[in-house]
């Protein structure tokens, strides 16, 4: 039987991923974590635990107690709280990514879900249908971390025979939590201005085109690939995943058709900069031919789901 532990779990991600896991495995199983523990209302439906994920004897410690077979590691400093500490974010996603990797290592795990980013990609990158293997240059600190993370998944599995699958996040959309401080917030935070009947202030160009994920088929990409026979694995550093490619001026139009008085404004800070250094698309074949991937959801699905959830807060 698998027993579960997730890092991060509290974050934008892990909310909802830790209860689609429970869902499968059921909630005896899981142990949700995180360094905050004010979170822990979030997860009254299963075990939470505090952990600070570079505190490497702790994370064992926790999975000798409750006899964890496979580790979602979550935890990580988002690309534009990064560029505030650059230090800081390098050894806390490094750090806590080679805990992880050592506890393979020495049999503690079985199986390690690792997540990267398209922020390993920069601006030497073919921007358009972005393949998987190609020149990469990330440019901000957190993409150099899981540029670098995506290459120790490989080392361990190729050296060591460690279980580590990974997927390539384009930006995630969902409307359970707030956005942890990444350059695709804008399209998380865009729904609630919009129900609030507020103007929304975009961080973005009108045309800045990114991938994007909602967060259902992220979700369903992550069970997909770890649920996948280990033969079917060809890539051990990490999956191009994709779904859809919108600009900020295309998610505002889908949001007019709801609410034709909202209103947006541009004012690009330094986040555009990030933005303008990653793809506008991805060529994600590689985890449709070896495990079938098949993303459910456009914009104008997307937005309908988010819209038919979310209720403006004095209501
Ligand atoms: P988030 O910022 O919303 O959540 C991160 C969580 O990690 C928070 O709950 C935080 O309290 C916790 N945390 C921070 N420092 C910690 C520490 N030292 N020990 C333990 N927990 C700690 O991030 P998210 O959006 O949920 O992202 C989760 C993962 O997915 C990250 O690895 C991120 O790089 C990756 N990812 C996310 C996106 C996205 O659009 N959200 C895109 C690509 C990749």
Same mark, same amino acid.
């Given at each position: 039987?698998?027993?579960?532990?997730?890092?991060?779990?509290?974050?934008?991600?892990?909310?909802?991923l830790?209860?689609?896991?429970?869902?499968?495995y059921?909630?005896?199983?899981?142990?949700?974590?995180?360094i905050?523990?004010?979170?822990?209302?979030?997860?009254?439906?299963?075990?939470?635990?505090?952990?600070?994920?570079?505190?490497?004897?702790?994370?064992?410690?926790?999975?000798?107690?409750?006899?964890? /077979?496979?580790?979602?590691?979550?935890?990580?400093?988002?690309?534009?709280? =990064? &560029?505030?500490?650059?230090? +800081?974010?390098? @050894?806390?996603?490094?750090?806590?990514?080679?805990?992880?990797?050592?506890?393979?290592?020495?049999?503690?795990?079985?199986?390690?879900?690792?997540?990267?980013?398209?922020?390993?990609?920069?601006?030497?990158?073919?921007?358009?249908?972005t393949?998987?293997?190609?020149?990469?240059?990330?440019?901000?600190?957190?993409?150099?971390?899981?540029?670098?993370?995506?290459?120790?998944?490989?080392?361990y599995?190729?050296?060591?025979?460690?279980?580590?699958?990974?997927?390539?996040?384009?930006?995630?959309?969902?409307?359970?939590?707030?956005?942890?401080?990444?350059? /695709?917030?804008?399209?998380?935070d865009?729904?609630?201005a919009?129900?609030? =009947? &507020?103007?929304?202030?975009? +961080?973005l160009? @009108?045309?800045?085109?990114?991938?994007?994920?909602?967060?259902?088929?992220?979700?369903?990409?992550?069970?997909?690939?770890?649920?996948?026979?280990?033969?079917?694995?060809s890539?051990?550093?990490?999956?191009?995943?994709?779904?859809?490619?919108?600009?900020?001026?295309?998610?505002?139009?889908?949001?007019?058709?709801?609410?034709?008085d909202?209103?947006?404004?541009?004012n690009?800070d330094?986040?555009?900069?990030?933005?303008?250094?990653?793809?506008?698309?991805?060529?994600?074949?590689?985890?449709?031919?070896?495990?079938?991937?098949?993303?459910?959801?456009?914009?104008?699905?997307?937005?309908?789901?988010?819209?038919?959830?979310?209720?403006?807060?004095?209501?």
């Amino acid at each position: 039987m698998e027993r579960i532990l997730i890092t991060g779990a509290g974050g934008q991600l892990g909310s909802e991923l830790t209860s689609a896991l429970a869902d499968k495995y059921g909630a005896e199983a899981i142990v949700a974590t995180d360094i905050n523990e004010n979170v822990s209302d979030k997860f009254r439906y299963c075990t939470f635990e505090v952990l600070d994920v570079l505190d490497a004897s702790r994370m064992e410690s926790l999975i000798e107690r409750y006899k964890i /077979t496979q580790v979602y590691h979550l935890a990580a400093i988002l690309s534009a709280v =990064g &560029e505030k500490n650059p230090l +800081f974010t390098w @050894k806390l996603n490094m750090d806590s990514l080679l805990n992880v990797l050592e506890l393979g290592k020495a049999g503690k795990i079985n199986t390690i879900y690792w997540p990267s980013s398209i922020a390993v990609f920069g601006k030497n990158t073919p921007a358009d249908n972005t393949p998987q293997d190609c020149v990469m240059d990330p440019a901000t600190v957190y993409g150099i971390s899981k540029l670098a993370g995506e290459r120790w998944c490989s080392y361990y599995f190729e050296k060591y025979g460690v279980d580590v699958r990974s997927l390539r996040y384009p930006g995630l959309i969902g409307y359970k939590s707030a956005a942890g401080g990444g350059t /695709t917030d804008y399209a998380v935070d865009i729904f609630r201005a919009a129900i609030e =009947g &507020e103007e929304f202030e975009c +961080f973005l160009d @009108k045309d800045m085109y990114l991938p994007m994920m909602y967060m259902s088929d992220a979700i369903k990409a992550t069970l997909d690939l770890m649920e996948a026979p280990k033969e079917d694995i060809s890539i051990r550093s990490s999956y191009n995943v994709a779904a859809i490619s919108f600009s900020p001026k295309d998610i505002y139009q889908e949001l007019l058709k709801y609410y034709p008085d909202f209103k947006i404004s541009y004012n690009p800070d330094f986040r555009q900069e990030i933005a303008a250094s990653w793809p506008d698309s991805i060529d994600d074949t590689r985890a449709r031919l070896d495990w079938d991937w098949q993303h459910e959801y456009d914009l104008a699905k997307m937005a309908k789901d988010i819209l038919s959830h979310l209720k403006p807060k004095n209501k």
